[in-house]
Nanobody, 125 residues
Framework: QVQLVESGGGLVEAGGSLRLSCAAS????????MAWFRQTPGKEREFVAA???????YYPDSVKGRFTISRDNAKNTMSLQMNSLKPEDTAVYYC???????????????????WGQGTQVTVTS
């Protein structure tokens, strides 16, 4: 059974930083595509960042240059470093993984088969 457990959310002022972590069990992240999504009430889950099994990274324009996805193979964890946070970054953030991972990671939620429980990030102005 694959489990993803997130940590690191919280409350931060605009311009500040947070680091989210996602610990995986039951699946080796280095053999998978992995991603972060976020969701606000009444809206669809939004793609935030992804990393392929080969280490290539992908970001939407809204977070490019501010967010960084990374992976620790020894700990089987993935992280999302978020800098220069804005109030519009406020959301519940989810990590996700998909396998097999033959191509570039998808930006669509339907292509991920396991998800974390979500962690709240609140950015105040």
């Amino acid at each position: 059974q694959v489990q993803l457990v997130e940590s690191g959310g919280g409350l931060v002022e605009a311009g500040g930083s947070l680091r989210l972590s996602c610990a995986a069990s039951g699946r080796t992240l280095s053999s998978s595509n992995m991603a972060w999504f976020r969701q606000t009430p009444g809206k669809e889950r939004e793609f935030v960042a992804a990393m392929s099994r080969y280490g290539s990274t992908y970001y939407p324009d809204s977070v490019k240059g501010r967010f960084t996805i990374s992976r620790d193979n020894a700990k089987n964890t993935m992280s999302l470093q978020m800098n220069s946070l804005k109030p519009e970054d406020t959301a519940v953030y989810y990590c996700a993984t998909s396998w097999p991972a033959w191509g570039a990671p998808s930006r669509a939620t339907d292509d991920y088969d396991y998800w974390g429980q979500g962690t709240q990030v609140t950015v105040t102005s």
